[in-house]
Structure formats: structure tokens, C-alpha cells
């Protein structure tokens, strides 16, 4: 049976992917009774294509939005693994996000609106969450955005 998050996702026309593995030394999820804590995931989707650049220098906001999307759909494809069933989850506890950004670029907030509002569509209240939007000089593969997160599961 799919889980009635799984069928809002649909509704919406997004389809979770397989999680990638590590690209270097760390695992993408470590869980500590009922939080997990997911490492840092960046725009790509599920094809392996990475929205790239830098919020300021040519990639607008719009763009570092959807980027910013494509983590949040990372990060409830890593709880789906973790989990196995996402209605499971009982809320987003808390998103660091990381934009890639030119050293005058200050609309970091608006460009993690694009994970913070899909996490809230959604999920509802159980996606409310704390926040850092954070803008910094790299991201690695030139990633636009990076995202991590704390998530309550039952």
C-alpha cells in the first residue's frame, strides 16, 4: 500500500528516486532513536543531472528554488529508505541549507523557499521546520544548492 505521502507526491507528480549512495567517506543517514539526521543532499535529480552555479551569478532565483526542491525530494527519498514507509514520519525537526553563492547574493532565504515549501505541501504541519539558509563560496560539483536535515520518525 503506498502511504498517503507517497500519494500527495504523486498527486503533485513527483516520483521519489532510488537514493544515490556516498560519493565519499560518510553514510547519507545515521538514526538515533526516533531522529534521523541526512547528510547533505544537492540539486540533482533523478536522472544524475545537477543544477550548477552560483545565486548571483547567473542562476536566478527561480532556478536555486528548484534546486532547492530537488534536495527536499532527496531527503524524503533517504527517509523513505530509511523507513519504509514515509507515513512514518512524524515531522522535519529542523533544515540547514547551504546556496552557493556570490559574496553580494543576500536572497539565500528565498531560494531554500523551494525545499522549505514542498516539505510544507507536502507534509502539512509535520513539515513546518527550524531553519538555516546559509550562503557560501563552493558546494561540491558546483551544486547550486545543498540541504540536510533532521527528521522525528515514529
Partial sequence: ?????EQKLAALGITLPTPNPPLANYVPVVRTGNL???????SIDAAGKIITGKLGGGVDIATGAAAAKLCAINL??????????????????????????TPDFVDQPKVVNGCSDLLVEVLGDKGRHARSAVGIAALPFDAAVEVEAVIEVA
Wanted: hydrophobic share 55%; proline share 0%.
Fill in 1 to 5: 500500500m503506498t502511504s498517503s505521502i
Fill in 36 to 42: 534521523l539526521f541526512i547528510s547533505g543532499q544537492v
Fill in 76 to 101: 524524503l527519498a533517504h527517509t523513505k529508505a530509511t523507513i519504509g514507509d514515509l507515513d512514518k514520519l512524524v515531522r522535519v525537526v529542523k533544515v540547514v541549507a547551504f546556496v552557493n553563492s
